[in-house]
Protein backbone atom coordinates (compact mmCIF):
# COMPACT_ATOMS: atom_id res chain seq x y z
CA UNK A 1 0.00 0.00 0.00
CA UNK A 2 1.60 3.56 -0.74
CA UNK A 3 1.31 6.11 1.15
CA UNK A 4 2.84 10.04 1.34
CA UNK A 5 3.24 11.39 4.81
CA UNK A 6 4.34 14.86 5.37
CA UNK A 7 5.91 16.17 8.37
CA UNK A 8 7.35 19.15 9.50
CA UNK A 9 4.40 21.98 10.28
CA UNK A 10 4.45 23.94 13.07
CA UNK A 11 4.02 27.29 14.43
CA UNK A 12 6.40 30.07 13.34
CA UNK A 13 6.43 33.81 13.34
CA UNK A 14 6.29 36.00 10.15
CA UNK A 15 9.55 36.18 8.56
CA UNK A 16 10.48 32.63 9.86
CA UNK A 17 11.26 29.56 7.88
CA UNK A 18 9.93 25.92 8.19
CA UNK A 19 10.64 22.66 5.98
CA UNK A 20 7.95 20.58 5.63
CA UNK A 21 8.65 17.38 4.35
CA UNK A 22 7.11 14.25 1.68
CA UNK A 23 7.70 10.35 2.35
CA UNK A 24 6.19 8.09 -0.37
CA UNK A 25 6.27 4.30 1.17
CA UNK A 26 4.79 0.90 -0.39
CA UNK A 27 6.29 -0.51 -3.21
CA UNK A 28 6.63 2.40 -5.60
CA UNK A 29 8.47 1.65 -9.22
CA UNK A 30 8.56 5.14 -10.54
CA UNK A 31 7.25 8.69 -8.96
CA UNK A 32 6.37 11.37 -11.88
CA UNK A 33 5.32 15.01 -10.38
CA UNK A 34 5.19 15.47 -6.41
CA UNK A 35 3.46 18.81 -5.98
CA UNK A 36 2.79 20.77 -2.74
CA UNK A 37 -1.33 22.18 -2.32
CA UNK A 38 -2.18 24.14 0.79
CA UNK A 39 -5.64 24.66 1.88
CA UNK A 40 -6.10 27.58 3.89
CA UNK A 41 -8.78 27.65 6.91
CA UNK A 42 -12.14 28.21 5.71
CA UNK A 43 -11.71 27.31 1.84
CA UNK A 44 -12.98 24.12 -0.01
CA UNK A 45 -10.39 24.57 -2.82
CA UNK A 46 -6.41 23.44 -2.15
CA UNK A 47 -4.44 25.83 -4.22
CA UNK A 48 -1.41 24.32 -5.73
CA UNK A 49 1.78 26.20 -4.75
CA UNK A 50 4.80 24.15 -5.99
CA UNK A 51 5.48 21.40 -8.13
CA UNK A 52 8.86 19.36 -9.31
CA UNK A 53 8.86 17.22 -12.34
CA UNK A 54 10.61 13.80 -12.89
CA UNK A 55 13.35 15.71 -14.42
CA UNK A 56 13.54 18.36 -11.57
CA UNK A 57 12.09 21.18 -13.35
CA UNK A 58 9.93 23.01 -10.79
CA UNK A 59 7.34 25.40 -11.06
CA UNK A 60 5.64 27.79 -8.19
CA UNK A 61 2.66 29.98 -7.66
CA UNK A 62 3.42 33.72 -8.44
CA UNK A 63 2.41 34.25 -4.18
CA UNK A 64 5.82 32.00 -3.12
CA UNK A 65 8.26 32.81 -5.89
CA UNK A 66 11.44 33.27 -4.32
CA UNK A 67 10.39 32.75 -0.82
CA UNK A 68 9.96 29.03 -1.24
CA UNK A 69 11.89 26.19 -2.99
CA UNK A 70 10.66 22.60 -3.73
CA UNK A 71 13.33 19.42 -4.08
CA UNK A 72 13.17 15.76 -4.15
CA UNK A 73 15.30 12.53 -3.74
CA UNK A 74 13.96 9.87 -5.88
CA UNK A 75 16.73 7.79 -3.86
CA UNK A 76 14.59 8.13 -1.35
CA UNK A 77 11.18 8.77 -2.78
CA UNK A 78 11.00 12.04 -0.21
CA UNK A 79 10.35 15.76 -1.19
CA UNK A 80 11.15 18.73 0.28
CA UNK A 81 9.08 22.24 0.50
CA UNK A 82 11.67 25.10 1.95
CA UNK A 83 9.69 27.92 2.96
CA UNK A 84 11.08 31.36 4.07
CA UNK A 85 10.01 34.94 4.82
CA UNK A 86 6.88 33.49 6.00
CA UNK A 87 3.76 35.45 5.76
CA UNK A 88 0.32 35.36 8.17
CA UNK A 89 -1.30 34.50 4.63
CA UNK A 90 1.01 31.30 4.08
CA UNK A 91 -1.11 29.81 6.90
CA UNK A 92 -2.56 26.86 5.59
CA UNK A 93 -2.45 22.78 5.73
CA UNK A 94 -0.09 21.95 3.61
CA UNK A 95 -0.62 18.60 1.29
CA UNK A 96 1.78 16.12 -0.53
CA UNK A 97 0.15 14.68 -4.21
CA UNK A 98 2.30 13.04 -6.13
CA UNK A 99 1.81 11.13 -9.33
CA UNK A 100 3.63 7.96 -9.62
CA UNK A 101 3.61 3.96 -10.48
CA UNK A 102 2.95 0.97 -8.53
CA UNK A 103 5.35 -2.04 -8.89
CA UNK A 104 3.09 -4.48 -11.65
CA UNK A 105 1.09 -1.53 -12.63
CA UNK A 106 0.98 -0.08 -16.29
CA UNK A 107 0.27 3.73 -15.16
CA UNK A 108 0.83 6.52 -12.54
CA UNK A 109 -2.14 7.30 -10.52
CA UNK A 110 -2.29 10.22 -8.05
CA UNK A 111 -1.43 9.91 -4.46
CA UNK A 112 -2.53 12.13 -1.31
CA UNK A 113 -0.98 12.67 2.08
CA UNK A 114 -3.03 13.55 5.17
CA UNK A 115 -1.52 16.57 5.52
CA UNK A 116 0.51 19.11 7.67
CA UNK A 117 -0.59 22.40 9.71
CA UNK A 118 1.69 25.69 8.96
CA UNK A 119 0.65 29.07 11.14
CA UNK A 120 2.13 32.03 10.54
CA UNK A 121 1.55 34.21 13.86
CA UNK A 122 3.06 36.68 16.14
Known amino acids: QVQLVESGGGLVQPGGSLRLSCTAS????????ISWYRQAPGNQQRDMVA????????NYADSVKGRFTVSRDDAKNTAALQMNSLKPEDTAGYYC???????????????WGQGTQVTVSS
Open 97 to 111: YSDLQVLGTMRTQPY
Open 51 to 58: TIMHDGTA
Open 26 to 33: GSISYINT
